[in-house]
């Protein structure tokens, strides 16, 4: 699932993020993550309970509430402890997610199959910040 080639067109061939974690406390390794997304061109929405304003982008308390609004996004990028990880794959997939990743430490392989066994890329254990300053 975290072939170079694989990870590196979900990085190019992308354009909206749903980061699930994301809130407003730059002192989080969310928020720099997020702000490396938008710096590489593309769009973050903001997925975390308070709902709030990051990066310039609307938050919303759920995949759900920010797919109603955006449609489906390319890439949903998690940044939850691998024990809520599960819940929060299966609503990526609802909404129809082109991408579901997992960041650093975030591991579950029972989501993963299931997003594998839906046809939908699977990136676990990895960071899109780390992987762009490696091409």
């Not at 590196?8 to 969310?30: I, K, Q, Y």
Request: charged fraction near 20%; hydrophobic fraction near 45%; aromatic fraction near 6%.
């Amino acid at each position: 699932m975290n072939e170079p080639a694989r990870i590196r067109g979900v990085l190019d061939d992308s354009s909206l993020w749903f980061v699930v974690g994301l809130g407003n406390n730059p002192s989080r390794t969310a928020y720099a993550v997020a702000r490396t997304i938008v710096a590489h061109g593309k769009r973050v929405i903001p997925i975390h309970p308070r709902a709030e304003s990051v990066h310039g982008e609307q938050g919303f308390a759920s995949i759900a509430e920010a797919a109603a609004v955006h449609g489906a996004p390319d890439v949903v990028d998690m940044f939850v402890n691998s024990e809520r990880v599960g819940a929060l794959t299966d609503d990526a997939l609802v909404v129809g997610a082109g991408a579901i990743w997992f960041q650093l430490g975030v591991v579950d392989y029972d989501a993963a199959r299931r997003v594998e066994d839906a046809g939908v890329t699977m990136i676990m254990d990895r960071c899109p910040g780390i992987e762009w300053s490696r091409a």
